[in-house]
């Protein structure tokens, strides 16, 4: 079973900036993507960014050209930067990796953005 565990979230003011942490306790060198999703109040769970073992990367237009994701290996790390946050980025964020046909989900970290 592998354990993902987020960290790094909490409350910002609208123009801030966030740094979220996804510590994985399987090499993330080895998964086949990692991703980032949100959910927000009253809505459904949206996939925001993801990177590939190719380090290829992809973005939700709502947090394109603010959120960067990326990892380090050495740490077992993803990471979610966001700058410029706005109050509709407030909700819970998830990381998930897939690693073969097996999918895993931490258990969110809260992101509240006040405006």
């Known amino acids: 079973q592998v354990q993902l565990v987020e960290s790094g979230g909490g409350l910002v003011q609208a123009g801030g900036s966030l740094r979220l942490s996804c510590a994985a306790s399987?090499?993330?060198?080895?998964?086949?993507?990692i991703g980032w999703s949100r959910q927000s109040p009253g809505k459904r769970r949206e996939l925001v960014a993801y990177?590939?073992?190719?380090?290829?990367?992809n973005y939700a237009e709502t947090v394109k050209d603010r959120f960067i994701i990326f990892r380090d290996n050495a740490k077992n790390t993803a990471y979610l930067d966001m700058t410029k946050l706005n109050p509709e980025d407030t909700g819970v964020y998830y990381c998930?990796?897939?690693?073969?046909?097996?999918?895993?989900w931490g258990q969110g970290t809260q992101v509240t953005v006040s405006s």
């Open positions: 399987r090499s993330v060198s080895g998964a086949n993507y």
């Open positions: 990177i590939t073992n190719s380090d290829t990367t």
């Open positions: 998930n990796a897939a690693w073969g046909t097996r999918e895993y």
